[in-house]
């Protein structure tokens, strides 16, 4: 065929043409002069008022201009546009707002000594720089850590029984993790209270805090594990049974390795549930003032539990410091979910 | 003008039923087949991203005539046809160039709505989809309700519309009946029910039998007959005797790795009869490949 | 081997009389192969164990409660502990009764889902349908992170910023709907009610039930999309006919998986509302609380008695929330396969 350089260029004739961006431009800006000029003449006020009449003003300035246009179809379309649009909004505006919250309440709170000190000689009504947040990172790194050492085998196994076994459990199991993903953490809390706590340690410690957090990371490691084995090729099981290998074999040394980057992201999602978790640490692991690296004996401090105890004593400071911790809290998180993307995002290539 | 036709009908031998045959004679005659052109494309391009699909296809296609397009896979067939009810630029990399004109307005220009645009062109899919949620005469009516139409008589568009797909004394008596639990030749003729009743001027199939068995497929080229009266049809298919039998007009694209073109296009007795290029014949001998 | 050469001479012979007999092709599992699979059934099995041992525990340390205050457990709303001189529970005297935190956490739920049902769908319906895809990467990340954020997080959040907004919207509320029993109230306290709780709720179940109904919207069948604008539909006239049937049941499943979510949410409502042992219908009033919070609020001071009755607590509200979430799980799974 001719390999002449082409005269016509790709186009797309169905996107908006100039004069329709001209249009749509007038249709924003008319609803925003509208909404401006209904919010200076009636009672009503505020942001929200602004925020609910404008779109209310822009689906009734959009249904003329579309009915005038194109007809009542369109215009009906117009509307729902509208509506999807403010629906997003409205999701979207309160993460705006925490992020913002957090940041600017948190910021007054961050100094390095948070990192390097404890609350051992200090009470939450200090000044705020002094004292820090150590043994509550310390606390929450070993509760969580212990807690995934515990929960990463329990929730890969359900996950390789799920997709290699397929054994007549299959159904049910699927649903019981499901329904163990519903827990409220204030009953896993109770649960390791009535079953771990009173009839054998009978105190409190990090290590009871992590068996209830396993109950809460499991469901989320399983499912998540889950779906990383289903990605795998069957034919890559086949070739490994047909190279002689064992289900065993071909399952460890074939499918699990291949999966390797996205289990490390059900690892992450299952500390990213957890970390944060408020209800059963505050039951359960006796939030200690001083930095504890024993898990199994004395009370442990936790991000979790900081936040709550300085939030609880009201103060200024204290809910400063409260804010700090949340927006440490926050950044953690924050992190692990981006590498939980970025992992996943790589594998799906 | 006979000895032509013979001669391209020869060269089929047994691949043309006789059914359609004898449809197919009568129409096939010169000066009767120009009733108007309906739909032209004009120099149509198409591309998905930076990948050049379709090169500088211009077709009329005339009033009450069918026409077939015929090509091996990935020859650009099913894209231009998209081109043609503006169906292409769902594709979110698609774009084009060229003009389709119906009724001598371009239709892809600045301020068409686009969905007059497909109710004026319908489309059949490879594959019968009829709404699952929806009874037959829910499904037969659905254009009406999704393109706001009102009708005066529902029931009279109704019968009329099955019985132009040929399907209305299968289903008179279940029109309550979902849509799903038919057979697939009579789901895909409920779908051809369906796109008739929004009184389209063109209907585009896309491959339609290529998911039904021989005897449902005989069914729809005889509805694919009847229809070609009133209307326009295009067609394309992988079945060359089916568009032997069914098309009143063939066009032949290929595609040399590089973007698809049409090699040629003619009545489909001379192109099945007496083939201009060299790889129009290979193809439609089966010498092709 | 041999019997295989045998199999195939006979077939030659006796091929139009009888067909061979069928070979057993079961391999006999090897011995390592048999521990893998007792391993990883054992642990796939964990979660049967997890959940009836929570059954479990809960019951036994909540029985001696549950079977005293019989019924009257869920139906009073009475939280009165009276102890001896030992310390010991006097039963004569003593009620134990959720009913208000029952109620309560009914309404503060299902005010969530209300809300956040039709911003959730609207949402995912943008993210499905209507977004650019550059712009939708973005906010499905944001959306599932907020799905990641803490509750405490949530609770302080509602107290210090959403507060004094959802006090106006509340104040609006009762003057404009005032005439609505739910938006009544006999005193004019508009903090801390079960109001804002539920809003606190909804935003936080909004990132689930737009995660399901986007997932859920994603599978319409293409065919079926396509049909309908070849029939000249606009979009909103693809989604009412086309989408909207085929996603809705798992939409509904979707937002209860909310509703359990919200159901046991302990510290974002305890942080947000001003927990009072009432029956209070009244939402805008402030004045209410969950089972959850109870549990929380009650446990710090409860004696060995008290703890068994925050115990039965636990147990009504871990069988709540696992009928709603299997509910749930049923009617989302129910969608997807079938067509309606």
């Known amino acids: 065929?001719?390999?002449?350089?082409?005269?016509?260029?790709?186009?797309?004739?169905?996107?908006?043409?100039?004069?329709?961006?001209?249009?749509?431009?007038?249709?924003?800006?008319?609803?925003?002069?509208?909404?401006?000029?209904?919010?200076?003449?009636?009672?009503?006020?505020?942001?929200?008022?602004?925020?609910?009449?404008?779109?209310?003003?822009?689906?009734?300035?959009?249904?003329?201009?579309?009915?005038?246009?194109?007809?009542?179809?369109?215009?009906?379309?117009?509307?729902?546009?509208?509506?999807?649009?403010?629906?997003?909004?409205?999701?979207?505006?309160?993460?705006?707002?925490?992020?913002?919250?957090?940041?600017?309440?948190?910021?007054?709170?961050?100094?390095?000594?948070?990192?390097?000190?404890?609350?051992?000689?200090?009470s939450v009504n200090d000044p705020i720089t002094q004292g820090g947040l150590l043994h509550a990172l310390t606390g929450t790194a070993i509760v969580v850590l212990i807690a995934l050492i515990i929960s990463l085998p329990i929730g890969l196994l359900t996950a390789?029984?799920?997709?290699?076994?397929?054994?007549?459990?299959?159904?049910?199991?699927k649903f019981l993790v499901q329904a163990m993903s519903g827990v409220p953490s204030i009953v896993a809390g109770l649960f390791i209270l009535s079953a771990v706590v009173y009839p054998l340690t009978k105190s409190l410690n990090g290590f009871v805090g992590s068996l209830s957090l396993v109950i809460l990371m499991i469901p989320t490691i399983a499912r998540t594990a889950e779906e990383v084995l289903l990605l795998i090729p069957g034919d890559l099981r086949e070739a490994g049974v047909a190279l002689g290998g064992t289900q065993?074999?071909?399952?460890?040394?074939?499918?699990?390795?291949?999966?390797?980057?996205?289990?490390?992201?059900?690892?992450?999602?299952?500390?990213?549930?957890?970390?944060?978790?408020?209800?059963?640490?505050?039951?359960?692991?006796?939030?200690?003032?001083?930095?504890?690296?024993?898990?199994?004996?004395?009370?442990?401090?936790?991000?979790?539990?900081?936040?709550?105890?300085?939030?609880?004593?009201?103060?200024?400071?204290?809910?400063?410091?409260?804010?700090?911790?949340?927006?440490?809290?926050?950044?953690?998180?924050?992190f692990l979910f981006i590498t939980a993307r970025v992992l996943g995002e790589r594998k799906r290539k | 003008m006979t000895s032509e036709k013979e001669n391209g009908e020869n060269a089929m031998e047994s691949a043309l039923s006789s059914v359609a045959n004898s449809a197919a004679q009568s129409r096939r005659t010169p000066g009767t087949q120009a009733m108007g052109v309906g739909l032209e494309a004009r120099g149509i391009h198409a591309w998905f991203g930076?990948?050049?699909?379709?090169?500088?296809?211009?077709?009329?296609?005339?009033?009450?005539?069918?026409?077939?397009?015929?090509?091996?896979?990935?020859?650009?067939?099913?894209?231009?046809?998209?081109?043609?009810?503006?169906?292409?630029?769902?594709?979110?990399?698609?774009?084009?160039?060229?003009?389709?004109?119906?009724?001598?307005?371009?239709?892809?220009?600045?301020?068409?709505?686009?969905?007059?645009?497909?109710?004026?062109?319908?489309?059949?899919?490879?594959?019968?989809?009829?709404?699952?949620?929806?009874?037959?005469?829910e499904n037969v009516l659905a254009g009406l309700k999704l393109a706001q139409i009102k009708v005066d008589n529902k029931d009279e568009l109704l019968e009329e519309c099955l019985e132009r797909a040929g399907l209305w004394n299968e289903v008179k008596d279940r029109l309550d009946a979902y849509g799903g639990s038919l057979s697939g030749g009579q789901q895909q003729r409920l779908c051809i029910a369906r796109s008739l009743a929004v009184r389209p001027q063109v209907l585009l199939m896309d491959e339609p039998c290529s998911a039904l068995d021989p005897g449902s497929t005989l069914k729809i080229e005889e509805t694919i007959s009847q229809l070609s009266s009133s209307m326009t049809i295009i067609i394309v298919t992988h079945n060359m005797q089916q568009a032997a039998r069914v098309s009143d007009y063939t066009a032949f694209f290929l595609s040399d790795g590089g973007p698809g073109s049409m090699i040629e296009v003619g009545p489909t007795g001379e192109i099945f009869g007496r083939p201009k290029d060299k790889r129009t014949e290979n193809y439609v001998t089966g010498r092709f490949g | 081997m041999t019997s295989e050469q045998d199999s195939g001479v006979d077939t030659t012979?006796?091929?139009?009389?009888?067909?061979?007999?069928?070979r057993e092709l079961t391999t006999k599992p090897r011995f390592s192969d048999k521990v893998f699979r007792a391993v990883v059934t054992s642990g796939g099995l964990s979660s049967l164990a997890i959940l009836g041992l929570i059954l479990i525990f809960l019951s036994y340390q909540g029985y001696s409660v549950l079977r005293s205050q019989g019924f009257g457990f869920i139906t009073r709303s009475e939280w009165v502990v009276v102890t001896d001189e030992l310390g010991n529970i006097d039963y004569s005297q003593t009620h134990f009764g959720i009913a208000a935190m029952l109620i309560g956490t009914l309404l503060c739920s299902a005010?969530?889902?209300?809300?956040?049902?039709?911003?959730?769908?609207?949402?995912?319906?943008?993210?499905?349908?209507?977004?650019?895809?550059?712009?939708?990467?973005?906010?499905?990340?944001?959306?599932?992170?907020?799905?990641?954020?803490?509750?405490?997080?949530?609770?302080?959040?509602?107290?210090?910023?959403?507060?004094?907004?959802?006090?106006?919207?509340?104040?609006?509320?009762?003057?404009?709907?005032?005439?609505?029993?739910?938006?009544?109230?006999?005193?004019?306290v508009f903090t801390r009610s079960p109001?804002?709780?539920?809003?606190?709720?909804?935003?936080?179940?909004?990132?689930?039930?737009?995660?399901?109904?986007?997932?859920?919207?994603?599978?319409?069948?293409?065919?079926?999309?396509?049909?309908?604008?070849?029939?000249?539909?606009?979009?909103?006239?693809?989604?009412?006919?086309?989408v909207i049937p085929y996603g809705r049941s798992g939409?509904?499943?979707?937002?209860?998986?909310?509703?359990?979510?919200?159901?046991?949410?302990?510290?974002?409502?305890?942080?947000?509302?001003?927990?009072?042992?009432?029956?209070?219908?009244?939402?805008?009033?402030?004045?209410?609380?969950?089972?959850?919070?109870?549990?929380?609020?009650?446990?710090?001071?409860?004696?060995?008695?008290?703890?068994?009755?925050?115990?039965?607590?636990?147990?009504?509200?871990?069988?709540?929330?696992?009928?709603?979430?299997?509910?749930?799980?049923?009617?989302?799974k129910g969608t997807g396969g079938k067509g309606r």
């Open chain 3, 195 to 242: 109001f804002i709780a539920g809003v606190v709720l909804a935003i936080m179940i909004i990132p689930i039930i737009t995660s399901i109904s986007r997932e859920i919207f994603a599978q319409t069948p293409l065919d079926r999309i396509q049909a309908a604008y070849a029939l000249g539909a606009t979009r909103w006239a693809m989604i009412r006919t086309v």
């Open chain 2, 50 to 137: 930076d990948k050049h699909v379709l090169d500088d296809i211009s077709l009329d296609f005339w009033s009450g005539t069918v026409t077939a397009l015929i090509g091996p896979s990935g020859c650009g067939k099913s894209t231009f046809i998209r081109t043609l009810n503006r169906m292409h630029e769902f594709i979110p990399t698609a774009a084009m160039a060229g003009e389709v004109l119906l009724d001598g307005k371009d239709i892809y220009a600045p301020g068409v709505d686009v969905t007059k645009i497909r109710l004026k062109v319908g489309m059949v899919f490879q594959k019968p989809n009829p709404f699952p949620s929806m009874t037959i005469a």
């Open chain 1, 160 to 173: 390789v029984y799920l997709t290699e076994i397929k054994g007549r459990f299959t159904r049910p199991i």
């Open chain 1, 248 to 334: 065993w074999r071909t399952v460890a040394m074939v499918v699990v390795p291949a999966a390797r980057s996205g289990l490390m992201t059900a690892v992450i999602l299952g500390i990213a549930r957890v970390a944060g978790e408020t209800a059963p640490i505050i039951l359960l692991t006796g939030g200690g003032d001083a930095v504890n690296l024993n898990p199994f004996s004395g009370p442990m401090g936790s991000l979790p539990f900081y936040i709550w105890k300085s939030f609880a004593v009201g103060t200024e400071e204290s809910i400063t410091r409260a804010w700090a911790a949340i927006l440490v809290l926050l950044v953690i998180v924050f």
């Open chain 3, 13 to 22: 012979k006796l091929a139009a009389k009888a067909l061979p007999a069928k």
């Open chain 3, 111 to 188: 005010l969530a889902v209300v809300i956040a049902l039709p911003i959730a769908v609207l949402s995912a319906l943008f993210l499905t349908f209507y977004a650019p895809p550059s712009i939708k990467k973005i906010m499905v990340a944001v959306i599932d992170l907020m799905a990641a954020f803490p509750s405490v997080l949530f609770g302080l959040w509602g107290l210090f910023v959403l507060m004094p907004s959802a006090e106006y919207w509340a104040k609006l509320l009762h003057k404009y709907l005032g005439w609505i029993p739910i938006f009544d109230m006999k005193a004019p």
């Open chain 1, 1 to 122: 065929m001719s390999t002449t350089p082409l005269a016509v260029k790709p186009q797309k004739p169905w996107q908006a043409t100039p004069r329709q961006r001209v249009t749509s431009a007038v249709v924003y800006l008319s609803s925003v002069f509208l909404t401006v000029a209904i919010v200076a003449l009636t009672p009503l006020a505020g942001k929200l008022a602004y925020f609910f009449l404008f779109f209310a003003v822009l689906i009734v300035v959009d249904f003329i201009v579309h009915y005038i246009r194109l007809g009542s179809a369109a215009a009906k379309d117009s509307i729902v546009r509208t509506l999807v649009a403010a629906g997003i909004t409205v999701a979207l505006l309160p993460i705006i707002s925490i992020l913002l919250t957090v940041f600017n309440r948190g910021r007054r709170g961050i100094h390095w000594g948070l990192f390097t000190h404890d609350m051992k000689i200090n």
């Open chain 3, 251 to 332: 939409v509904v499943g979707g937002a209860m998986l909310g509703l359990g979510r919200a159901m046991g949410e302990t510290v974002a409502v305890y942080t947000v509302l001003n927990i009072v042992y009432q029956i209070n219908w009244q939402m805008l009033l402030g004045a209410g609380g969950n089972v959850a919070s109870l549990i929380l609020l009650k446990f710090g001071e409860a004696g060995p008695g008290e703890v068994k009755a925050l115990m039965a607590a636990g147990l009504v509200l871990f069988l709540l929330t696992l009928l709603v979430n299997t509910t749930a799980n049923l009617i989302v």
